[in-house]
Protein backbone atom coordinates (compact mmCIF):
# COMPACT_ATOMS: atom_id res chain seq x y z
CA UNK A 1 0.00 0.00 0.00
CA UNK A 2 1.33 3.93 -0.40
CA UNK A 3 1.04 6.22 1.96
CA UNK A 4 1.86 9.32 2.46
CA UNK A 5 2.40 11.39 5.97
CA UNK A 6 2.50 14.90 6.28
CA UNK A 7 3.21 15.04 10.18
CA UNK A 8 3.09 19.20 10.01
CA UNK A 9 -0.98 19.70 10.62
CA UNK A 10 -0.79 23.85 10.53
CA UNK A 11 3.14 26.30 10.79
CA UNK A 12 3.03 29.74 11.30
CA UNK A 13 6.10 31.99 10.94
CA UNK A 14 6.51 35.51 10.15
CA UNK A 15 7.37 36.60 7.09
CA UNK A 16 10.82 36.55 5.79
CA UNK A 17 11.55 33.53 7.92
CA UNK A 18 12.59 30.44 5.86
CA UNK A 19 9.93 27.56 6.33
CA UNK A 20 10.40 23.57 6.15
CA UNK A 21 7.18 21.12 4.88
CA UNK A 22 8.45 17.74 5.74
CA UNK A 23 7.26 14.69 3.53
CA UNK A 24 7.19 10.97 4.21
CA UNK A 25 6.07 8.25 1.68
CA UNK A 26 6.13 4.27 1.39
CA UNK A 27 5.42 2.54 -1.54
CA UNK A 28 6.84 -0.80 -2.74
CA UNK A 29 7.48 0.51 -6.22
CA UNK A 30 10.92 0.79 -7.62
CA UNK A 31 9.35 3.35 -9.97
CA UNK A 32 7.02 6.42 -8.67
CA UNK A 33 6.69 9.83 -8.66
CA UNK A 34 6.45 12.36 -6.00
CA UNK A 35 4.11 15.84 -6.37
CA UNK A 36 3.74 18.55 -4.06
CA UNK A 37 0.55 21.35 -4.31
CA UNK A 38 -0.66 24.39 -3.08
CA UNK A 39 -4.25 24.77 -2.25
CA UNK A 40 -5.06 28.43 -1.40
CA UNK A 41 -8.27 29.22 0.23
CA UNK A 42 -10.09 29.73 -3.30
CA UNK A 43 -9.38 25.80 -3.45
CA UNK A 44 -7.92 25.30 -6.83
CA UNK A 45 -5.30 22.75 -6.46
CA UNK A 46 -1.60 24.66 -7.92
CA UNK A 47 0.97 21.86 -9.36
CA UNK A 48 4.06 22.80 -7.66
CA UNK A 49 6.62 20.42 -8.81
CA UNK A 50 6.87 16.73 -9.99
CA UNK A 51 9.94 14.20 -9.33
CA UNK A 52 10.64 11.04 -10.31
CA UNK A 53 12.14 8.01 -7.78
CA UNK A 54 15.15 7.76 -10.58
CA UNK A 55 16.01 11.08 -9.95
CA UNK A 56 17.33 12.81 -6.77
CA UNK A 57 18.41 16.05 -7.55
CA UNK A 58 17.48 18.45 -5.39
CA UNK A 59 15.78 21.40 -7.50
CA UNK A 60 15.35 25.07 -6.96
CA UNK A 61 12.82 27.10 -8.19
CA UNK A 62 13.24 30.86 -6.94
CA UNK A 63 12.16 31.02 -3.16
CA UNK A 64 11.24 26.72 -3.74
CA UNK A 65 13.41 24.20 -3.21
CA UNK A 66 13.09 20.38 -2.73
CA UNK A 67 15.21 17.93 -1.15
CA UNK A 68 14.10 14.62 -2.43
CA UNK A 69 16.11 11.62 -0.17
CA UNK A 70 14.98 8.43 -0.69
CA UNK A 71 17.45 6.97 2.09
CA UNK A 72 14.39 8.25 4.32
CA UNK A 73 11.64 8.06 2.13
CA UNK A 74 11.49 12.02 2.22
CA UNK A 75 10.45 14.63 -0.36
CA UNK A 76 10.64 18.02 1.63
CA UNK A 77 9.70 21.63 0.56
CA UNK A 78 11.54 25.02 2.01
CA UNK A 79 10.23 28.33 1.20
CA UNK A 80 13.04 30.68 1.52
CA UNK A 81 12.14 34.53 2.34
CA UNK A 82 8.86 33.69 2.98
CA UNK A 83 5.68 35.51 2.04
CA UNK A 84 1.95 36.76 2.65
CA UNK A 85 1.10 34.76 -0.25
CA UNK A 86 2.69 31.77 0.54
CA UNK A 87 -0.60 30.96 2.90
CA UNK A 88 -1.58 27.69 1.81
CA UNK A 89 -2.24 24.26 2.34
CA UNK A 90 0.25 22.56 1.02
CA UNK A 91 -0.08 18.76 -0.21
CA UNK A 92 2.56 15.98 -0.73
CA UNK A 93 1.59 13.12 -3.45
CA UNK A 94 2.51 9.79 -4.48
CA UNK A 95 1.97 8.26 -7.60
CA UNK A 96 3.39 4.42 -8.25
CA UNK A 97 4.49 2.63 -10.95
CA UNK A 98 1.98 1.97 -13.14
CA UNK A 99 -1.02 3.70 -11.86
CA UNK A 100 -1.74 7.06 -12.44
CA UNK A 101 -4.36 7.48 -9.32
CA UNK A 102 -2.45 10.21 -6.31
CA UNK A 103 -1.95 9.35 -3.07
CA UNK A 104 -2.00 12.82 -1.12
CA UNK A 105 -0.82 13.25 2.71
CA UNK A 106 -2.72 15.28 5.13
CA UNK A 107 -1.66 18.62 3.93
CA UNK A 108 0.04 21.26 6.16
CA UNK A 109 -1.73 24.92 6.70
CA UNK A 110 0.77 27.46 6.32
CA UNK A 111 0.30 30.89 7.82
CA UNK A 112 2.72 33.71 6.86
CA UNK A 113 2.00 36.45 9.26
CA UNK A 114 3.11 40.03 8.27
CA UNK B 1 -2.34 24.85 -22.17
CA UNK B 2 -4.29 21.61 -20.68
CA UNK B 3 -6.85 23.62 -18.74
CA UNK B 4 -10.09 21.41 -16.99
CA UNK B 5 -13.29 23.32 -15.97
CA UNK B 6 -15.87 21.97 -13.77
CA UNK B 7 -19.59 23.50 -13.90
CA UNK B 8 -20.83 24.74 -11.16
CA UNK B 9 -18.22 25.88 -9.01
CA UNK B 10 -21.12 25.81 -6.24
CA UNK B 11 -24.25 24.56 -5.98
CA UNK B 12 -26.65 24.25 -2.92
CA UNK B 13 -29.39 21.80 -3.38
CA UNK B 14 -32.13 19.91 -0.61
CA UNK B 15 -31.57 16.73 0.56
CA UNK B 16 -32.63 14.00 -1.14
CA UNK B 17 -32.27 15.36 -4.72
CA UNK B 18 -29.87 14.73 -7.39
CA UNK B 19 -27.00 17.05 -8.44
CA UNK B 20 -24.82 16.44 -11.87
CA UNK B 21 -21.41 18.39 -11.28
CA UNK B 22 -19.70 18.77 -14.98
CA UNK B 23 -15.95 18.17 -15.48
CA UNK B 24 -14.22 19.43 -19.05
CA UNK B 25 -10.37 19.33 -20.67
CA UNK B 26 -10.82 22.26 -22.16
CA UNK B 27 -7.85 22.03 -24.79
CA UNK B 28 -6.88 18.29 -24.77
CA UNK B 29 -8.40 15.23 -25.06
CA UNK B 30 -9.04 13.55 -21.20
CA UNK B 31 -8.41 9.87 -22.12
CA UNK B 32 -8.39 9.50 -17.85
CA UNK B 33 -10.37 11.51 -15.34
CA UNK B 34 -10.17 11.20 -11.77
CA UNK B 35 -12.88 12.34 -8.80
CA UNK B 36 -12.05 13.55 -5.16
CA UNK B 37 -13.50 14.23 -2.87
CA UNK B 38 -12.56 16.58 0.32
CA UNK B 39 -13.89 17.23 3.25
CA UNK B 40 -13.31 20.80 5.17
CA UNK B 41 -9.27 21.02 6.79
CA UNK B 42 -8.81 17.35 5.13
CA UNK B 43 -7.26 15.85 2.43
CA UNK B 44 -8.28 14.62 -1.09
CA UNK B 45 -9.26 11.44 -1.17
CA UNK B 46 -9.82 9.70 -4.54
CA UNK B 47 -13.80 8.32 -5.50
CA UNK B 48 -13.53 7.12 -9.13
CA UNK B 49 -10.90 6.70 -11.61
CA UNK B 50 -13.02 6.88 -15.07
CA UNK B 51 -11.66 5.80 -18.84
CA UNK B 52 -13.79 7.36 -21.72
CA UNK B 53 -15.96 5.06 -23.07
CA UNK B 54 -15.51 2.59 -19.86
CA UNK B 55 -17.39 2.24 -16.30
CA UNK B 56 -15.28 3.85 -13.79
CA UNK B 57 -13.18 2.23 -11.92
CA UNK B 58 -14.51 3.00 -8.17
CA UNK B 59 -12.27 3.25 -4.88
CA UNK B 60 -13.15 1.09 -2.09
CA UNK B 61 -15.61 2.54 0.52
CA UNK B 62 -17.01 4.70 -2.16
CA UNK B 63 -21.04 3.43 -3.69
CA UNK B 64 -21.13 3.41 -7.23
CA UNK B 65 -24.92 3.43 -7.28
CA UNK B 66 -24.53 6.72 -5.21
CA UNK B 67 -21.96 8.40 -7.06
CA UNK B 68 -22.73 8.00 -10.79
CA UNK B 69 -20.29 8.67 -12.72
CA UNK B 70 -20.04 9.17 -16.71
CA UNK B 71 -17.04 9.78 -19.15
CA UNK B 72 -19.02 9.67 -22.26
CA UNK B 73 -16.56 12.06 -24.41
CA UNK B 74 -12.70 12.65 -24.20
CA UNK B 75 -13.43 15.94 -22.78
CA UNK B 76 -16.45 15.52 -20.68
CA UNK B 77 -17.07 13.92 -17.55
CA UNK B 78 -19.92 13.79 -15.14
CA UNK B 79 -20.44 12.88 -11.62
CA UNK B 80 -24.03 12.81 -10.18
CA UNK B 81 -25.01 12.79 -6.46
CA UNK B 82 -28.08 10.94 -6.41
CA UNK B 83 -30.34 11.16 -3.17
CA UNK B 84 -27.97 13.30 -1.44
CA UNK B 85 -27.95 14.18 2.32
CA UNK B 86 -26.05 16.43 4.44
CA UNK B 87 -22.97 14.83 4.82
CA UNK B 88 -22.54 14.56 0.69
CA UNK B 89 -21.68 17.80 1.57
CA UNK B 90 -18.43 18.66 0.50
CA UNK B 91 -15.45 19.91 -2.19
CA UNK B 92 -15.55 17.34 -5.22
CA UNK B 93 -12.64 17.98 -7.64
CA UNK B 94 -11.93 16.37 -11.29
CA UNK B 95 -8.64 16.09 -12.82
CA UNK B 96 -8.24 14.77 -16.38
CA UNK B 97 -4.95 13.23 -17.97
CA UNK B 98 -4.36 12.55 -22.07
CA UNK B 99 -2.84 9.28 -22.31
CA UNK B 100 -3.50 5.85 -19.83
CA UNK B 101 0.27 6.12 -19.14
CA UNK B 102 0.88 9.72 -18.20
CA UNK B 103 1.71 10.29 -14.20
CA UNK B 104 0.55 14.58 -15.01
CA UNK B 105 -2.81 15.22 -14.06
CA UNK B 106 -4.51 18.00 -14.38
CA UNK B 107 -6.90 19.60 -11.39
CA UNK B 108 -10.24 21.23 -12.31
CA UNK B 109 -10.89 24.69 -10.12
CA UNK B 110 -13.10 22.05 -7.88
CA UNK B 111 -17.36 22.64 -6.73
CA UNK B 112 -18.44 23.07 -3.41
CA UNK B 113 -21.69 21.21 -2.81
CA UNK B 114 -23.63 21.86 0.03
CA UNK B 115 -26.89 19.67 0.93
CA UNK B 116 -29.55 21.23 3.44
Redesign the interface.
Do not use: D, H, N
Given at each position: AQKVTQAQTEISVVEKEDVTLDCVYETRDTTYYLFWYKQPPSGELVFLIRRNSFDEQNEISGRYSWNFQKSTSSFNFTITASQVVDSAVYFCALSGQGAQKLVFGQGTRLTINP | GAVVSQHPSWVICKSGTSVKIECRSLDFQAT?M?WYRQFP??????MA?SNEGSKATYEQGVEKDKFLINHASLTLSTLTVTSAHPEDSS?Y?C?A?WT??????Y????T?LTVT
Open positions: - | TFKQSLMLTFISSASSYEQFGPGR
